[in-house]
């Protein structure tokens, strides 16, 4: 058990929809990652939160929404969505600036499926 | 930009057997490297890591040396088991940037067979 926690595990929506993917650090982690696994793309960085702040933007489309808030949990939104959307979605924590080896923290993932 | 290659798989390999999965990397900087690794069902963990130039990083039996000369990062096993099946990605990351995201390679699954 890593301690990042995601929900929901899965998820089955229709095109065109919304949906909220939601993630808890670890305790005592400021930082929150958010990856895409997908068969053909492998795994691609989304977007990164510190403390509240977003730090670093990946492939992350527009349609496509993040925030952290101040207990530190995170969400990502995904509007709009279209089938090539389905994919595995992973939060990932980091420890503060000062204790960061460069290893992350990965939750079990979310499996979001379009139909 | 920073990317990583790892070669494709899936590999097939009988218990006991020797293990390479190559990684070759480029980056703006000086990277610290990583092999993380994805049991089914489950989200990714460490599995060993390298920080500079002819570090040897180790974990569970699996090794993986820094070679800057060739950009590589390989991860070797002397004796796979079947527990060892799983998806092995390789990642780097520049430490000395703002940004402290892993670039991954594209994973390599493992499939041992009794």
């Known amino acids: 058990d890593s301690g990042v926690t995601q929900t929901p595990k899965h998820l089955i929506t229709a095109t065109g929809q919304r949906v909220t993917l939601r993630c808890s650090p670890r305790?005592?982690?400021?930082?929150v990652y958010w990856y895409q696994q997908s068969l053909d793309q492998g795994l691609q960085f989304l977007i990164q939160?510190?403390?509240?702040?977003?730090?670093a933007k990946g492939n992350i489309l527009e349609r496509f929404s993040a925030q952290q808030f101040p207990d530190l949990h995170s969400e990502l939104n995904l509007s709009s969505l279209e089938l090539g959307d389905s994919a595995l979605y992973f939060c990932?924590?980091?420890?503060?600036?000062?204790?960061?080896?460069?290893?992350?923290?990965f939750g079990e993932g979310s499996r979001l499926t379009v139909l | 930009g920073n990317s990583v290659t790892q070669m494709e798989g899936p590999v097939t390999l009988s218990e006991e057997a020797f293990l390479t999965i190559n990684c070759t990397y480029t980056?703006?900087?000086?990277?610290?490297l990583f092999w993380y690794v994805q049991y089914p069902g489950e989200g990714l963990q460490l599995l060993l890591k390298?920080?500079?130039?002819?570090d040897k990083g180790s974990n569970k039996g699996f090794e993986a040396t820094y070679r800057k000369e060739t950009t590589s990062f390989h991860l070797e096993k002397g004796s796979v088991q079947v527990s060892d099946s799983a998806v092995y990605f390789c990642?780097?990351?520049?430490?000395?940037?703002?940004?402290?995201?892993?670039?991954f390679g594209s994973g390599t699954r493992l499939q041992v067979q009794p």
């Open positions: 990932a924590s980091s420890p503060r600036r000062a204790g960061f080896t460069g290893e992350l923290f």
């Open positions: 305790s005592g982690d400021l930082s």
């Open positions: 939160y510190y403390n509240g702040e977003e730090r």
């Open positions: 980056a703006t900087g000086y990277p610290s």
């Open positions: 390298a920080t500079k130039a002819d």
């Open positions: 990642a780097l990351i520049l430490m000395d940037t703002g940004r402290r995201a892993l670039t």
